[in-house]
């Protein structure tokens, strides 16, 4: 492939990215379930390395920002619950939802990622935070915390 089809290529992936965030944007997430599923896929389905996520969300459920937390190595992105909870109390955000990407493309949660987001969990509920999912990314599919009864 030439330079000039990947610089194409890098465009048009671009323009998808676009246009799936202001999808999310104009709408409340929890009303377009897979309008922030395509979202998440479209931004990490297909990197190289780990990336944690958070979308925070105002009482109305809609997104605040999507937030790039950490990104890490090919099987592992460090968490840390308090500044996840920090940084959605300086936003004012009451719901959040955590998101991740499994580079081996297997969405299937780890026992330290569902102790990582009962720990999150933990800590915001006191402080009028829900975390609403947690959403796993792989190029094979997603897994839901809130659909595996994790959440």
Known sequence: MGAAAITELKIVHASA???????????????????????????????????????????RNRLIVDELQQTGTVDHTPVYP???????????ATALFVVHHHPSGDPTPSHADIEMTRTIVEVAKPLGIAVRDHIIVGRDGHASFKGLKLV
Do not use: H, N
Not at 25 to 32: C, G, I, M
């Open 17 to 59: 990215m676009r246009l799936a965030r202001g999808q999310v944007r104009k709408r409340p997430v929890l009303s377009s379930w897979s309008s922030v599923i395509d979202y998440c896929r479209s931004t990490m389905a297909f990197a190289e390395k780990e990336q944690f996520r958070v979308l925070f969300l105002d009482k």
């Open 82 to 92: 308090r500044e996840v909870v920090k940084r959605a109390l300086e936003l004012s």
